[in-house]
């Protein structure tokens, strides 16, 4: 059984560009969150997707957009990348009935110059 | 708005010794409470949650209690072990009916490291 599995796990862009993460969650998991860990913090939360739409958001701007598909896999797209996006970025999944226990997968790590 | 701290580190222990990892939280309403472990090259692993007051969680020998009164979730471990090495968060998630129900809210983390 696959765990979550995050693509690319690496990633390097220059400044102005837009990126896009891929995430397919842990079978049998319908919920998908995604989080922006900054070297030396913790995770921060970006949104949650479920059902195909957008249930949570946290504190990021409009740049940070996502995506779900009908296999509830997700996808996370940032725009006018800024230096300050280099980061860890973490999918985590979950069934939407155990919305605390998230799997989380090994990320994908971005790095804009 | 809801927010986690943990103690300072890195945290530098010699095999068998004892740890504790501070971690306290504010929050609105009654959270649950979490460990996360983070080993490198690897994604967080839920380590032990706990979901109502006086709860202690407990795994590979690590545990915790939720102590609402003085509003902390230490992490302990009797004895710890080189392959104990890694990074701790603590976290938090508002329950059933919190508005932000499902959203973890992290610590910065504490690295941990146990010299043989």
């Known amino acids: 059984d696959a765990g979550v599995t995050q693509s690319p796990t690496h990633l390097i862009k220059t400044r102005g560009q837009q990126v896009t993460l891929r995430c397919s969650p842990k079978?049998?998991?319908?919920?998908v969150s995604w989080y922006q860990q900054a070297l030396g913090q913790g995770p921060q939360f970006i949104f949650q997707?479920?059902?195909?739409?957008?249930?949570q958001r946290g504190n990021f701007p409009d740049r940070f957009s996502g995506h779900q598909f009908p296999n509830y896999s997700s996808e996370l797209n940032v725009n006018a990348l800024l230096l300050g996006d280099s980061a860890l970025y973490l999918c985590?999944?979950?069934?939407?009935?155990?919305?605390?226990?998230?799997?989380f997968g090994s990320g994908t790590q971005l790095s804009v110059l | 708005g809801n927010s986690v701290t943990q103690m300072e580190g890195p945290v530098t222990l010699s095999e068998e010794a004892f740890l504790t990892i501070n971690c306290t939280y504010t929050?609105?309403?009654?959270?649950?409470l979490f460990w996360y472990v983070q080993y490198p090259g690897e994604g967080l692993q839920l380590l032990l949650k706990?979901?109502?007051?006086?709860d202690k969680g407990s795994n590979k020998g690590f545990e915790a209690t939720y102590r609402k009164e003085t509003t902390s979730f230490h992490l302990e471990k009797g004895s710890v072990q080189v392959s104990d090495s890694a990074v701790y968060f603590c976290?938090?998630?508002?329950?059933?009916?919190?508005?932000?129900?499902?959203?973890?809210?992290f610590g910065q983390g504490t690295i941990l490291t146990v010299h043989p």
């Open positions: 985590a999944s979950s069934f939407q009935g155990r919305r605390e226990k998230l799997f």
């Open positions: 079978s049998g998991h319908d919920t």
């Open positions: 997707y479920y059902e195909e739409e957008e249930r």
């Open positions: 929050a609105t309403g009654y959270p649950s």
């Open positions: 706990a979901t109502k007051a006086d």
């Open positions: 976290a938090l998630s508002e329950g059933a009916g919190g508005t932000s129900y499902g959203k973890l809210t």
